[in-house]
């Protein structure tokens, strides 16, 4: 009987208890049922990795401190940063806004004084088709009263 080292030991055991973790407790499981069979289907369980493992400074060495103000500098860097660019986005998302709104009304007030131009043009058109009606018509009664 060899002797195991105890990383060979300790590798052992978390193989074992994963098997086992893995084997009862199944995170996403679809069942189908099949008369024949019942099978139930497990994944495998997504972990995130923690890239903050330092908490506050309670019970650390002076060391640990530094990191962790580093941390949380760079946490609050970061966090104003997606704030300004809400920001910017938000006044973009305005301005545009601002923008659609003014060209509507410009388009608005174009069509309205299109509109005036046209019936103005009509009127004057209206006009001068009557006068010219008229004074054809009173050339021809005068014709016809000369001839008489």
């Known amino acids: 009987m060899s002797k195991k080292g105890p990383k060979e030991v300790i590798s052992n055991l978390i193989n074992k208890l994963s098997s086992e973790y893995n084997s009862t407790l199944p995170l996403n499981q679809s069942t189908t049922n099949n008369n024949e069979n019942n099978k139930i289907l497990t994944d495998k369980i997504d972990t995130e990795r923690v890239v903050n493992y330092h908490g506050s400074s309670a019970g650390a060495s002076s ?3 530094d990191i962790y103000r580093n941390q949380k500098k760079r946490e609050r860097e970061r966090i104003e940063q997606m704030e300004l660019e809400a920001n910017e986005e938000e006044e973009k998302r305005l301005l545009m806004e601002k923008i659609e709104r003014n060209r509507r009304e ?9 509109d005036k131009r046209k019936k103005k043009k009509e009127k004057v058109l ?3 088709s009557l006068n010219n009606n008229n ?3 009173d050339s021809k009664n005068d014709n016809t009263s000369d001839n008489k």
């Open 63 to 65: 060391q640990e401190f």
């Open 135 to 137: 004074n054809t018509n």
């Open 106 to 114: 410009a388009d608005e007030r174009t069509k309205k004084n299109a």
């Open 126 to 128: 209206l006009k001068k």
